[in-house]
């Protein structure tokens, strides 16, 4: 259609940052649909379609009008890109939402169609009467990214632009292999130091998690290394970002170390599950799985959830624990999903809540999200309901629905912004000697 336009504002944008897309020129009320596609790691692709009608100017703005069918329905200016879904023309199912490294933006092809294309995705003939690439970026101009290897130390530094001393940010994900630089480098866009520190999966570590003893001493490691950084203000202390099986390792480090302010915990159980964790020749037990039976959803995958032998009783699940709640000067926050197939992160979540409330901790929160999945990463991620663990090399299953957990993706980093630059970046935090 001579003079239709597709425009998007800001473009290029940070990942986490909501956008506002609109056409226009358009036939007054008449229907069209948007087509969204991306390509990620693993030349594995994503897509979204939306019906929409424009209004009587000719106008269809994501901000204002609601989609009438598709992908997702509703006023939803980000829709196409949280709703998106792994393409059918994937060669193969099961395709992750990730970049690995954060260097490389995203490039979403957004198109508009005549119509209300019921199967647009699945129609290469269907005319498109306009288009528009939106650049997402995990990297602000000016952030800069450092390979750290240091006395076996293995990392990812980003740094923002300027002089610093900035607050220090330390991320660990759980059993994937290396480490998702998207994370550590959007921390880094809004002003920290962030290390994305990976504990096996690439060169120079284990290559397996199964060879992977959690020795307290690596990530010590990265603590002092973070610490020492001529451009980090460790005097406010450093804050740890994890999800599921880092979870534990954070709460040991904490437990520990000393110089840590605060931790955000996301989906993630109270002990190792899977392998032994020691500190200075000391280990401690791990939740046994060899007489459980697995569990699987509907499409095959498994359940792990259902895999680990908990303690029957509070009192079982407190002796078992590590005495993090009992460290006043830290602060924490943890994030539950409420459908997650992957972990019992309901039921960890409600201990750790009743350990840091009867030790009359003074600084914690707990966020809840209902019909959430296992992966709540940064705002407008498509969610998987599935995906292939390359670890554990089978399905594994997630949980979750795409609306609220895409809902809680976007209100969980807000909390967690917020309660990084209440612990890190206020006037009024307190102060950490170097060690």
């Given amino acids: 259609m001579e003079g239709a336009t597709l425009t998007a504002q800001p473009n290029p944008s940070l990942y986490d940052e909501p956008i506002t897309i609109r056409a226009s020129g358009l036939k007054p009320k008449s229907l069209y649909t948007f087509h969204s596609h991306v390509t990620m790691d693993r030349n594995e692709a994503f897509e979204c379609e939306a019906h929409y009608e424009s209004d009587a ?24 890109f949280w709703a998106m879904k792994p393409s059918s023309k994937n060669k193969h199912p099961f395709a992750i939402p990730e970049r690995k490294r954060a260097g490389r933006p995203l490039d979403v092809a957004v198109g508009l169609h ?13 005319k498109e009467i306009c288009s528009l690439l939106v650049r997402r970026r995990f990297m602000a101009p000016g952030v800069t990214r450092t ?10 530094l980003f740094l923002p632009l ?16 290396g480490t998702n630089e998207d994370k550590p480098a959007l921390l880094a866009s809004r002003g ?16 397996d998690y199964k060879d992977t003893c959690f020795k307290l001493e690596y990530f010590e490691s990265a603590l002092r290394y973070l610490q020492n950084h001529e451009k980090v203000d460790a005097q406010r202390g450093i804050g740890l970002v994890t999800l599921c099986f880092a979870v534990p390792i954070a709460l040991a480090m904490v437990t520990f170390l000393s110089g840590i302010s ?16 020691s500190h200075k020749g000391t280990s401690w037990a791990y939740y046994d799985t060899s007489d459980k039976v697995r569990h699987s959803a509907s499409n095959g995958a498994q359940m792990h959830r259902t ?6 009783t509070y009192d079982e699940a407190k002796a078992s624990t590590l005495e993090f ?44 999200y209902p019909g959430a999945g296992h992966l709540i990463k940064q705002p407008y991620i498509p969610h998987i309901s599935v995906m292939y663990n390359r670890s554990f090399r089978a399905l594994s299953a997630l949980g979750g629905l795409s609306k609220p957990h895409c809902r809680a993706q976007e209100d969980s980093w807000k909390k967690q912004l917020d309660f990084l630059h209440k612990h890190l970046k206020s006037l009024c935090v307190r102060s950490f000697a170097k060690s």
């Fill in 307 to 312: 895999l680990y032998n908990f303690p029957s």
């Fill in 192 to 207: 920290y130091a962030a290390l994305g520190l990976p504990f096996y999966g690439i060169e120079g570590l284990p290559q």
């Fill in 162 to 177: 300027g002089p610093g001393p900035f607050p220090g940010i330390i991320t660990i994900n759980g059993l994937v292999p």
């Fill in 325 to 368: 709640y009992k460290k006043r000067d830290v602060a924490f926050m943890f994030v539950a999903a409420l459908d997650d197939d992957a972990q019992a992160s309901e039921y960890y979540v409600n201990v750790l809540e009743r350990l840091l409330k009867e030790s009359n901790h003074p600084d914690f929160q707990v966020e809840r």
């Fill in 57 to 80: 100017k000719g106008v269809i703005d994501l901000e204002k009008h609601a989609s009438l069918g598709g992908s997702y329905t509703g006023i939803e200016p980000m829709g196409l």
């Fill in 262 to 277: 605060c931790v955000i915990g996301i989906n993630g159980p109270l002990s190792n599950l899977h392998n032994p964790m």
């Fill in 114 to 126: 005549v119509g209300a294309r019921t199967s647009l995705i699945q129609n290469e003939s269907s």
């Fill in 147 to 156: 390979v750290v290897r240091d006395n076996g130390l293995h990392a990812f």
